[in-house]
């Protein structure tokens, strides 16, 4: 089973761009669905962005055009680009694993923290 460490958040100015990394530990990295979640302070988590084993990737309709997901699965990492950041993108972020067969077999990171400030 992997595990998950997250990287990359911090404080940006809105309108501007951070890249969060997500590095997986373990072995067979390629056989997990990852995604990306968030959760602001006083409200529930909730999904930014997924992409599959296979590449085919998803976004929340917040996020469209403006986040992209991808993973090198040759370092064993997820990423994902965000840019033109607003206020309330600020959340801590969460990266999590889902086996491609096993979707029971799941795993969270410890969570980065994105604070945009207007």
């Known amino acids: 089973q992997v595990q998950l460490v997250e990287s990359g958040g911090g404080l940006v100015q809105a309108g501007g761009s951070l890249r969060l990394s997500c590095a997986a530990s373990g072995k067979l990295f390629s056989i997990y669905n990852m995604g990306w979640y968030r959760q602001a302070p006083g409200k529930q988590r909730e999904l930014v962005a997924t992409i599959t084993s296979g590449g085919s990737t998803n976004y929340a309709d917040s996020v469209k055009g403006r986040f992209t997901i991808s993973r090198d699965n040759a370092k064993n990492t997820a990423y994902l680009q965000m840019n033109n950041l607003k206020p309330e993108d600020t959340a801590v972020y969460y990266c999590?694993?889902?086996?491609?067969?096993?979707?029971?077999?799941?795993?969270w990171g410890q969570g980065t923290l994105v604070t945009v400030s207007s």
């Open positions: 999590n694993a889902k086996h491609i067969v096993v979707s029971t077999l799941e795993v």
